[in-house]
């Protein structure tokens, strides 16, 4: 009888295909990239953010993080993904209307439902709920929460120490100074594990004072992030500048690149 031979030939075709098929894959395109929609930036990362992954956009105010990640999702919406905008910073309509002026017109994409602008009220309880609940069931391919600071900041109580038990911990070697590490740590891996469970790929800005030392205002953020971008400028030069400073599984400059805000929005130049 021959039946152990269709067995053996039943599990090459069934398992040993799959194996081939996917091994391809992974030689081919190992990773996805996602266009950033900022012209000259996708050059220097290897043609894009790493699909599925979360970068943080850091600079002090008006270096032009709002700018950049409005860019990411009409770039995104152009690609026909599904995009989320978290604003804790500003009411939607002062955002649209900046962003309308840079040629930013996101209103034929919030009429047709393909992106969602949501402000997070700082003051309101419920507002971890109401941003994780967003995130995990949007199906969402491109998200921006603009920006952590308010967040990250934010005092929180901690009834149930079980909860608090089973938070990842990051080794004391990942800290810069400070003392209150364990309550930042959990507001932030909140965030962060939320928008890694969402698969989304997205872009989270963190506002920095003018000449600090860290790349996030919480000086942790950019240990959790799989990438950081960092806005800059020098006034007395009326200079900008964008750098690369981390972007897991991407060989990229580390050299602070000239842009320019106008038209359209941020540009290498
Ligand atoms: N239409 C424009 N043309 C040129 N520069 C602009 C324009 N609109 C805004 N900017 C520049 O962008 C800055 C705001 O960028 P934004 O992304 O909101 O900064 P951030 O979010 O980092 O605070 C402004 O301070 C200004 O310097
Ligand atoms: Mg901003």
Same mark, same amino acid.
């Given at each position: ?104 017109? =996101? ?11 949501? =402000? ?54 990942? =800290? ?94």
């Amino acid at each position: 009888m021959n039946i152990s031979k269709i067995i053996i030939h039943a599990s090459t075709y069934g398992l040993f295909m799959p194996l081939i098929q996917s091994e391809h894959k992974t030689t081919a395109s190992k990773i996805k990239r996602v266009t950033t929609g900022v012209p000259g930036l996708d050059e220097l990362i290897a043609g894009g953010i790493p699909k599925g992954s979360t970068t943080l956009v850091s600079g002090p105010p008006g270096s032009g993080k709002s700018i950049l990640c409005s860019q990411f999702l009409y770039k995104g919406v152009d690609e026909g993904d599904r995009c989320l905008f978290l604003t804790l910073d500003k009411k939607v309509e002062g955002l649209l209307t900046q962003m309308e002026e840079l040629g930013i017109n =996101f209103q034929p994409a919030i009429d047709r439902g393909q992106i969602k602008f949501l =402000f997070l009220n700082i003051n309101k309880k419920l507002i971890y709920e109401t941003m994780t609940n967003e995130i995990l069931s949007g199906d969402y391919e491109r998200i921006v929460l603009d920006s952590i600071t308010p967040l990250s900041e934010m005092p929180i109580y901690i009834k149930n120490q079980e909860i608090a038990n089973n938070i990842n911990i990051i080794g004391p070697e990942e =800290f810069t100074a400070g003392t209150n590490f364990p309550i930042r740590r959990l507001h932030l891996h909140y965030i962060m594990n939320a928008l890694e469970t969402s698969n989304c790929t997205s872009l989270v800005t963190s506002e920095l004072l003018h000449g600090s030392s860290n790349l996030s205002r919480d000086g942790l953020s950019e240990f959790l992030a799989d990438a950081v971008i960092f806005l800059n400028y020098d006034s007395t030069m009326d200079r900008r500048k964008l750098s690369i400073m981390k972007m897991r599984s991407t060989k990229h400059t580390l050299k602070p690149q000239d842009i320019e805000i106008g038209y359209g929005g941020i540009k290498i130049i």
